[in-house]
């Protein structure tokens, strides 16, 4: 049974992640925002798959946190998926420059991601597996916010190619995955649509990686093909 560590589960594409991931029987590790509850929705699937999903509170861009991950992971864990994302609209950010939310997005787009992986890797083995999402991360009201997350989507690409290239000697892939990326004016509904398409994407994604193909960048359209 196959060990995954999900980040960014509580809500989006993570939770559907871990919603598919307990279907298919595998161990879930998943990681959620800390709060003086665990998310609701985490708590029911775990209700209904006992012994097969751990919750881990974690603030996954406070780095003093981060670097204590590593001793809260007693698991041998085989694939890792960084899905954890900072969604912002910037039409409400009180810093109009954008400088507020492109210092937060790129702490919690690219740098923790890396940590994660750094926290994680010594419970992996010869033959694990990576999956970092990267797409871009908030709503945008101009082209200068467009800019911005684009710059924190490339730092995500390049950390991940990096590692891709450090990590194949270990025999452990690495894949980067670019979901369709949020809609602000999106029904409920249909983001849940679109958040299940895109984590049975990822999923087929990590299915099919290799050593090959490690460090690509992988495409998904609003059906997660």
């Known amino acids: 049974m196959p060990t995954i560590l999900i980040t960014g589960a509580s ?3 993570g939770f559907e992640l871990v919603r598919l991931c307990l279907e298919r029987g595998y161990r879930v590790l998943a990681t959620h925002r800390p ?31 981060l670097a204590n991950l590593s001793s809260r992971l007693a698991e041998r864990i ?11 609209d910037m039409r409400s950010e009180a810093d109009g420059s954008g400088r507020v939310f492109y210092e937060h ?12 992986v750094g926290a994680a ?41 990096g590692l891709a290239t450090d990590l194949k000697p270990l025999g452990i ?3 980067i995955v670019q ?24 999923l087929a994604v990590i299915d099919r990686l290799d ?5 690509e960048v992988f495409v998904l359209d609003e059906n997660g093909r």
């Open 11 to 13: 809500r989006g594409i």
């Open 35 to 65: 709060g003086p509850e665990a998310p609701r929705p985490l708590v029911d699937l775990a209700a209904g798959h006992p012994g097969r999903i751990r919750l881990i509170p974690i603030d996954l861009t406070n780095l003093p946190a």
């Open 78 to 88: 085989d694939v890792l998926i960084n899905s954890a994302g900072v969604v912002v």
């Open 105 to 116: 997005s790129l702490r919690g787009g690219s740098v923790s991601p890396l940590r994660v």
């Open 121 to 161: 890797l010594s419970n992996m083995t010869r033959g694990a597996k990576i999956a970092t999402i990267s797409a871009v991360l908030g709503y945008t009201s101009s082209a200068g916010d467009e800019r911005a997350q684009a710059g924190v989507r490339n730092s995500v690409d390049e950390i991940m190619r």
């Open 173 to 175: 892939a690495v894949a």
């Open 179 to 202: 979901p369709v990326p949020p809609q602000a004016d999106a029904s409920p509904a249909k983001a849940e649509k679109l958040a299940a398409a895109a984590a049975s994407g990822v």
């Open 211 to 215: 050593l090959a193909h490690s460090g």
